[in-house]
């Protein structure tokens, strides 16, 4: 393998594949290309589908075998070599389908994760609109209670569901993505240009990419059009474009009271608790009988526009927005009794995970387990704390709004510290416009028999805000295959292959519909 340099200091590029613009794929100047074609749908799912069966899913299957977690969750990353393995793995497969006028490197800035990006040139000379497409390679640890039969690192394809860690969040954007340009290719559809961007720190919050768009820009060109596939959908009927996705802050919170533990009989009700202090803090933030977030700040307005998308939305789904978590449920009397939501109007519902402030414990520190609970007062308590930020909410002020409110004026004069480890903030997508409406439409009608539908995401892509901002004019192609009870970041985690099949489709007859808008098609 060849390695070379960037212009830019600190960039090393492993060229994997040079390019494909050799003479094995060039054609001779005195051969007339044969003339462009218009994409043939039912074709291109057939043949996804077989790339699918016959390949993707073997390379997923491999993928999620693989530990590569995130270096939130593996500090030591770079001495694993779990990354860099899922990263080469990838490398490998893309270089092996050998599409036309592809060039592919794995770009590396000092200590920094790896990315990788590649390059596909138009199918017209001078054509100026690029399509951006994203993924990333990294996953979320294990966590517990994963079925019998399953676990994230063994792979089991059972019924059409692909079950383990990172298979559909978000493991399979590079081989669907790679899969609807070869689509075009076999079916002669012009194109534009196209470039890929996956990353391996996005479960971190993405704090190694901005570095990475800074030198790899003046490459894009004109992103016109974002493919990112690390999102969710509303059901497997139709396709979906997400609208929205909100912020988050992360960091733990912790509450020191002693400096060791003590007996509790000796030392309780004149020392205080310092898991009670942690709620005394906590209740500066919450209102623990609504779950609603106190600061003002941390609140937005609606659009009117993804108000009128939500209520749409909440007309197809209607319970299932609610009813396709697992509920916890109990026998009362004869009967089953369920654990109920916050709420049980669609509407509300959708708004509430996608356009709301919320805050969750997702990890505690200073317990024992609980066959190792003495009566001790503990010295102190910790919690990692996720805070789900509104799209149009500013995820750095509010990291420092929340370090104030927390810590300042603590009880008891209590040691109260709060730690942020990432944040970002979320995206609310742009106006879409005719040909994106209508490529959309078409391809869900083409591959689903149904129009698109459109849905916020309760979800971070750090990337998404990044990218509008860096390309204000560009369309959002904003998908993917969370949908219901695929429980990404949970355990039984499951990427639904036919879904991903018409996915993939989708996406290169959405990529056509720009190629004929733009008028790269001779």
């Known amino acids: 393998m060849d390695t070379c340099h960037g212009a830019r200091t600190g960039v090393v590029l492993e060229c994997w594949f040079r390019s494909t613009r050799s003479a094995v794929f060039r054609r001779a ?30 390379q997923l299957t491999d993928y999620i075998a693989i530990p590569a977690k995130s270096p939130m969750f593996s500090p030591d990353w770079a001495e694993q070599g779990l990354l860099d393995t899922v990263v080469r793995n990838a490398a490998a497969w893309v270089e092996s389908q050998k599409v036309e006028g592809l060039t592919l490197e794995i770009v590396r800035l000092e200590g920094r994760t790896p990315v990788l990006f590649f390059e596909i040139d138009a199918t017209q000379a001078g054509a100026t609109d690029t399509v951006l497409m994203y993924g990333h390679l990294d996953k979320q640890p294990e966590f517990s209670g994963w079925r019998n039969d399953l676990g994230p690192w063994t792979p089991k394809y059972e019924d059409g569901k692909l079950y383990g860690r990172g298979g559909a969040d978000d493991g399979y954007a590079v081989y669907a993505s790679i899969a609807a340009v070869q689509e075009l290719k076999r079916q002669n559809v012009p194109h534009p240009r196209i470039v890929g961007l996956i990353e391996t720190c996005e479960e971190s919050g993405s704090r190694d990419l901005l570095p990475y768009i800074d030198a790899l820009k003046p490459r894009m060109g004109n992103v016109a059009l974002v493919v990112c596939l690390d999102s969710g959908a509303g059901n497997y009927d139709q396709l979906w474009l997400t609208t929205s996705l909100r912020g988050m802050a992360t960091g733990t919170l912790k509450v020191e009271i002693l400096t060791e533990g003590i ?16 709620r005394q803090v906590l209740d500066r933030l919450e209102d623990s009988a609504t779950g609603r977030l106190l600061p003002q700040s941390f609140h937005c307005e609606v659009p009117a526009d993804r108000l009128a998308q939500a209520r749409a939305t909440a007309g197809i789904l209607g319970e299932e927005v609610y009813k396709r978590f697992p509920w916890a449920h109990y026998d009362c009397g004869g009967s089953t009794t369920f654990a109920l939501p916050t709420t049980t109007d669609p509407l ?33 308590t910790a919690f990692k704390l996720s805070l789900r930020l509104p799209p149009l909410v500013d995820a750095a002020q509010a990291v420092q709004e929340l370090k104030a409110l927390l810590e300042d004026n603590a009880p008891y004069q209590a040691k109260v510290t709060f730690q942020s480890m990432s944040g970002a903030t979320g995206w609310n997508a742009p106006a879409t416009t005719p040909w994106f409406e209508q490529a959309l439409n078409a391809a869900s009608q083409a591959h689903f028999g149904a129009p698109c539908g459109y849905i916020g995401q309760g979800g971070t892509i750090p990337l998404m805000n990044m990218l509008s901002e860096g390309f204000p004019t560009a369309q959002m192609m904003v998908c993917g295959v969370l949908g219901p009870k695929s429980n990404a970041h949970g355990p039984n985690e499951f990427l639904h292959v036919p879904y991903a099949k018409k996915l993939t489709a989708a996406v290169a007859q959405v990529i056509a519909g720009m190629a004929k808008s733009s008028g790269t098609t001779p």
Not at 263 to 278: E, K, N, T, Y
Not at 362 to 367: H, I, K, Q, V
């Open 348 to 380: 509300q519902a959708l708004l509430k995970r996608t356009w709301e402030p919320t805050l969750s414990v997702t990890g505690a520190e200073g317990f024992p387990a609980l066959q190792d609970a003495g009566n001790v007062l503990r010295p102190y």
């Open 29 to 58: 100047a005195h051969e007339r290309p044969s003339p462009p074609h218009a994409l043939q749908p039912a074709l291109a799912l057939e043949r996804v589908s077989q790339a699918w069966d016959n390949d993707i899913v073997r």
């Open 263 to 278: 007996h509790s009989g000796d030392a309780s009700g004149l020392v205080p608790s310092s898991f009670r202090i942690m």
